[in-house]
């Protein structure tokens, strides 16, 4: 994506995507194991008592979790279950919660786990009930709090090695919506820790999208202006060789793009594959 490209979305991005809205989209990610206790064991890098975590996905929205750590010069050992919160919405206050199965352990576990409150981001918090995921803090650290406003529902469901995530979202007209994070405000990866594409396919090979994207006839030339722009200013060397919609290409099942009322829509269906 080009650098005024990238300008121009992130200054419609403070308008509140008024040129957007009518734009609808539905996602469901698989969730892998393997990923996540990657994740989780860079987590454990940032302390010392736990010494390894892992998780396992279960049927019927169920997590099987088992811990080792060092206390009070002991190496102790816990296998305990949590029960996923099937819907994060407006109605719970976009909170959701990972719950204990075995409450006669929690006082032991929060005791043990808390060394790594200090390694959870903001919004990520343990308690009596469980582990407490409130979203619109959570999103704000990774920099996309302004979107809370336009998301509908996020739905979890587990099955053997997979936690799906679904989530609905679409731009409504005069959605209270907050000021999006500076350019470079959100946290970032060092650059050996960004995932190449080879491991995000592998990753998420199954996430399914249904995109239906509405794009205001102004914005729409300004985009097509500032690709024309940047790719006549690039020199030779500058220019990408066979770009990212080449790999992806295959995974696009449908597509059509459509005129409509002052709008250009684009409808695409798509899912990953390995």
Do not use: C, Y
Not at 6 to 19: D, F, P, V
Not at 55 to 81: I, Q
Not at 202 to 212: K, R, S
């Amino acid at each position: 994506m080009t650098s005024t490209i990238i300008q121009i979305l992130q200054q419609e991005r403070a308008r509140g995507l008024t040129s957007l809205v009518g734009s609808r989209l539905s996602v469901s990610i698989p969730v892998r194991e393997a990923f996540l206790n990657a994740t989780v064991t860079r987590l454990l890098e940032r302390q010392s008592t736990v010494e390894a975590l892992h998780l396992a996905m279960l049927p019927a929205n169920r997590l099987d979790v088992t811990a080792t750590a060092r206390v009070l010069g002991f190496r102790k050992s816990l296998r305990l279950g949590l029960h996923v919160q099937p819907l994060i919405d407006a109605t719970t206050g976009w909170t959701g919660t990972f719950a204990f199965a075995e409450r006669s352990l929690v006082s032991w576990l929060i005791g043990m786990a808390a060394p790594l409150a200090g390694a959870l981001p903001p919004g990520v918090t343990l308690n009596d009930n469980g582990i407490a995921v409130e979203l619109p803090p959570l999103l704000s650290h990774f920099g996309a709090g302004d979107l809370v406003p336009h998301l509908s529902r996020i739905t979890f469901e587990t099955e053997p090695g997979i936690l799906w995530v679904s989530a609905a979202i679409e731009i409504v007209e005069g959605a209270a919506t907050a000021a999006p994070p500076p350019s470079g405000a959100a946290p970032s990866a060092a650059a050996d820790q960004v995932p190449t594409f080879e491991q995000l396919q592998a990753a998420f090979t199954g996430a399914m999208a249904d995109l239906h994207l509405r794009i205001a006839t102004p914005l729409a030339n300004a985009l097509l202006a500032g690709a024309l722009d940047d790719a006549a200013a690039a020199a030779p060397a500058e220019r990408p060789a066979p770009n990212l919609f080449a790999e992806v290409r295959p995974w696009i099942e449908r597509q059509l793009l459509s005129f409509e009322d002052g709008a250009m829509v684009l409808d695409v269906v798509g899912r990953v594959r390995g």
